[in-house]
T-cell receptor, first 111, second 115 residues
Framework: GNSVTQMEGPVTLSEEAFLTINCTYTATGYPSLFWYVQYPGEGLQLLLKATKADDKGSNKGFEATYRKETTSFHLEKGSVQVSDSAVYFCAARGSARQLTFGSGTQLTVLP | DGGITQSPKYLFRKEGQNVTLSCEQNLNHDAMYWYRQDPGQGLRLIYYSQIVNDFQKGDIAEGYSVSREKKESFPLTVTSAQKNPTAFYLC??????????????FGPGTRLTVL
């Protein structure tokens, strides 16, 4: 089955700093890849997605590029805000159509 | 407003009691899912259903049961056989699994605590 490995947290940054959260996957074939965000006490929201190699997903200033050669889907943002503080999950969806999640990375942005 | 609702938000139960968590969606989605979230472990799939009156076990189905009698509803029962039920439970849904990209939409979750 698929597996997803995420950079361990917690990650603490100052406002306007550059963010990278690493994500790599192991899968048969070419899974669709996702980043979800979870704010405190809430469910998950889809942040961005990519369905094939070299696709770039982007939303709210966040970006991630599907890299087949390195089996990676790293999340980046050029300038984080306090409101970006949340837990971020990388996920892969393979041929069985089930989502496999990484363990999540807690991000805290300080003013 | 289309979406997924879960109730209650917080639930307490005594050891040895069964408890049922509600999940309702008005998105007209065929597929529904239950996940369990524990600190530092991400989400693990408990059960999923692709269509009414059909469901399959996920990775950690032991001690749980589900039913899918209506398209919009997918209740999860945490039985007394579940040895460590305290967790955050998330319900999700997606449009038909037959091809295409099917984003999963999540409910707000239910936090279950066993006393």
């Amino acid at each position: 089955g698929n597996s997803v490995t995420q950079m361990e947290g917690p990650v603490t940054l100052s406002e306007e700093a550059f963010l990278t959260i690493n994500c790599t996957y192991t899968a048969t074939g070419y899974p669709s890849l996702f980043w979800y965000v979870q704010y405190p006490g809430e469910g998950l929201q889809l942040l961005l997605k990519a369905t094939k190699a070299d696709d770039k997903g982007s939303n709210k200033g966040f970006e991630a590029t599907y890299r087949k050669e390195t089996t990676s889907f790293h999340l980046e943002k050029g300038s984080v805000q306090v409101s970006d503080s949340a837990v971020y999950f990388c996920a892969a969806r393979g041929s069985a159509r089930q989502l496999t999640f990484g363990s999540g990375t807690q991000l805290t942005v300080l003013p | 407003d289309g979406g997924i609702t879960q109730s209650p938000k917080y639930l307490f139960r005594k050891e040895g009691q069964n408890v049922t968590l509600s999940c309702e969606q008005n998105l007209n989605h065929d597929a529904m899912y239950w996940y369990r979230q524990d600190p530092g472990q991400g989400l693990r799939l408990i059960y999923y259903s692709q269509i009414v009156n059909d469901f399959q076990k996920g990775d950690i189905a032991e001690g749980y049961s589900v039913s899918r009698e209506k398209k919009e509803s997918f209740p999860l029962t945490v039985t007394s056989a579940q040895k460590n039920p305290t967790a955050f439970y998330l319900c999700a849904s997606s449009s038909g699994l037959a091809g295409g990209f099917n984003e999963q939409f999540f409910g707000p979750g239910t936090r279950l605590t066993v006393l």
